[in-house]
Structures are given as C-alpha cells and as structure tokens.
Nanobody, 129 residues
Framework: QEQLVESGGGLVQAGGSLRLTCTAS????????MGWFRQAPGKEREFVAA????????YYADSVKGRFTISRDNANKMVYLQMSSLKPEDTAVYYC??????????????????????WGQGTRVTVSS
C-alpha cells in the first residue's frame, strides 16, 4: 500500500503563486506516473496535471496550461505542482494520485481518475479575488 500526503495549500490572492507538494511513502514505485486532480465545492473531481516516471512527458488540463508546472523528485519520493497566475476559479481541494497500471506515453498521460490507484487526502487552495 502506498500513502500520499499533500501539503502547501492555503489562501492566496488572485495572480499569486503556490507550490503544492505530494510526499509518497509505503510501497512506492518510482516507475509510477503521478497526477494532480482538484475538486471545487459542488463540482466533480477534475484532472489538473500528470507526469511520467522519468519526468517526461507531462500533461496538463487546458485550464491550467501555461500557468501550472508539474515536476517530481524520485529520490525523495515527491511530486510538485507549481501554480502561478492563480485565479479564483482555481479554488479547490487538490489531490495527488498514483497511476501504477498505465504510465504515460508520447501521446500523453491518463486524465481519468479511475485510472489512478492511490490518493492523498487533499490540500485546500483558496484564491481570493
């Protein structure tokens, strides 16, 4: 079993930046693809970004492309989500997740939550206008 813990959420003004961190422990596998998802109040959980085990390729939702950057540090079992130019509509609970079964290809990474096997508890991001 793998455990994931997200951190780095908080309150930020529109236009600001935050960096989220996901720390993995337990039965981890550095060959896993990793993803970030988010869920806003009253909405479905949605895909944000994913990264292959090697750091390439990366894959982003259109809504965050050019503003968010996903990266990973396999040695320390961490995945990051650098968020810039934040908007009020980015307000959500952000979750990291492990894709152990599929991985990414040259065409991209999986964006459906059902393809991800392990999930953290989430970290809340609030962007004020």
């Amino acid at each position: 079993q793998e455990q994931l813990v997200e951190s780095g959420g908080g309150l930020v003004q529109a236009g600001g930046s935050l960096r989220l961190t996901c720390t993995a422990s337990g039965r981890t596998d550095s060959s896993d693809a990793m993803g970030w998802f988010r869920q806003a109040p009253g909405k479905e959980r949605e895909f944000v970004a994913a990264i292959n085990w090697s750091g390439r390729p990366t894959y982003y939702a259109d809504s965050v492309k050019g503003r968010f950057t996903i990266s990973r540090d396999n040695a320390n079992k961490m995945v990051y989500l650098q968020m810039s130019s934040l908007k009020p509509e980015d307000t959500a609970v952000y979750y990291c997740a492990t894709d152990r079964r599929n991985g990414c290809s040259d065409y991209g990474c999986y964006s459906s939550s059902i393809e991800y096997d392990y999930w953290g508890q989430g970290t809340r991001v609030t962007v004020s206008s």
